[in-house]
């Protein structure tokens, strides 16, 4: 493919409301990464899987985030009674290969979430 | 914990002038430094690494593990460098999440 595919491109959800978020990373690529984007912040990490194995879930802000890449390709992102704290652009980042190594990063376009 | 610091939220350059963004980092061990720049309606994309000692589109930066600093320095700027920068550290083993600082928006003047 192209690249890191996400969507939907814009979401907007009512607070209380499940949503699903989704990633179709390049394929091949072993490492998957799931960030958070606040406006004027950097991009915060949230979760991580190599392959479907999810080896890193610490950034996962609360139980309401749930993430899963259950054929170790596409991944979704679901977010379970969304808070407007919750409103961010979320970025999925796949690459090549997985644990130590150096491999560089690619990005998505991102999901920009808005809660009202 | 490791912690990336970029000072300035925005700079302003004249084009052909020097610039020189800042990142400071805070980690126990020895880190892998990258800058990632977005330009205007692209996705973030990665710009260059420290451990590759490379220059890319005439930037180049210098891990100083005395001052605990990765500067991103380009000698003349041009108009085509406008774009958002991002410093990020990672773990060097076991460690794979990406910590970014908060971002500098760089501006050329023309």
């Known amino acids: 493919g192209a690249g890191v595919s996400q969507s939907p491109r814009y979401k907007v959800a009512k607070r209380g409301q499940d949503v699903a978020l989704r990633c179709d990373p390049i394929s091949g690529h072993v490492s998957l990464f799931w960030y958070q984007q606040a406006l004027g912040q950097g991009p915060e990490f949230l979760t991580y899987?190599?392959?479907?194995?999810?080896?890193?879930k610490s950034g996962l802000p609360s139980d309401r985030f749930f993430a899963e890449r259950p054929e170790g390709s596409v991944s979704t992102l679901k977010i379970q009674r969304t808070q407007q704290e919750d409103s961010a652009v979320y970025l999925c980042a796949s690459s090549l290969a997985g644990t130590g190594s150096n491999e560089k990063l690619f990005f998505g376009s991102g999901t920009q979430l808005s809660v009202l | 914990a490791q912690r990336v610091t970029q000072p300035e939220k925005l700079l302003s350059v004249f084009k052909g002038a020097p610039v020189e963004l800042k990142c400071n980092y805070s980690y126990s061990g020895s880190p892998e430094l990258f800058w990632y720049v977005q330009y205007s309606r692209q996705r973030l994309q990665l710009l260059l690494r420290?451990?590759s000692r490379e220059s890319i589109k005439g930037f180049t930066a210098d891990l100083n593990k005395g001052e605990t600093s990765f500067h991103l320095k380009k000698p003349f700027a041009q108009e085509e460098d406008s774009a958002m920068y991002y410093c990020a550290l990672r773990g060097w083993r076991g460690n794979e999440k990406l910590t970014f600082g908060t971002g500098t928006r760089l501006t050329i003047i023309p």
């Open positions: 899987f190599q392959n479907e194995a999810q080896l890193d």
């Open positions: 420290h451990i």
